[in-house]
């Protein structure tokens, strides 16, 4: 499994890649919004830190547009990828990325056929969001159960990264349907690592260590 980090913070891309378990990143414009200085340098710095795929999202909304932007924000660095949303528009500018040879992944899918849709226009990843579907009471995980299955079934190449992860349930599920990529934010990696009975373990530990003769 890949764990992509969610986010365009820096500081906390930094730490994942020291903790030597990230393999990409994805940024949206939310996220961007949130980071301080200019986006092309920050999209800039994330490429040098990372060694993997980077996603940057297509703010633009005709097929046309995001064609030029998507030529634009991949002159930036090798491992850009970009990221468009579902729509008719997008996916028509994922086809002719594709034949550019630029790699893209389809954005806010939140149902099977839209995810059908993008593997035929050829796109290398999508992202299914699965927290936001959670939040109106649908399973998010059936959606990847069921995407994981379409794609296996006609040996589509597009991965699926499992986005808009919350908790870490979230993940150990997607690692046991076998989903590839998970998109994790910082906060939530952190939680991967807590046990409470990992930190009463150490403290025992240590404290009978004290009594050993040396
Ligand atoms: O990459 C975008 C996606 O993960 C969004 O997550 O928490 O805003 O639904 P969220």
Redesign the pocket.
Known sequence: MKIFL?TANLNEIREGVAWGVVDGV???P??ISKEEGKFEKIIKEICRVVNGPV?VEAVSTSSDEIVEEGKELSKISPNVVI?IPMTVDGIKAVKKLNDLKIKTNV?LVFSPSQAILAAKAGADYI?P?I??LD?ISTDGMNLIEDILTMYENYSFKTQV?V????HPVHIVEAALIGAPIV?V?FPVLEKLVRHPLTDIGINKFLEDWKKVRK
């Open positions: 969610d994805t940024t949206n939310t996220l996603s990221k954005t992202s969001f927290g936001r939040d990264i986005a808009s992860i919350r998109t934010p």
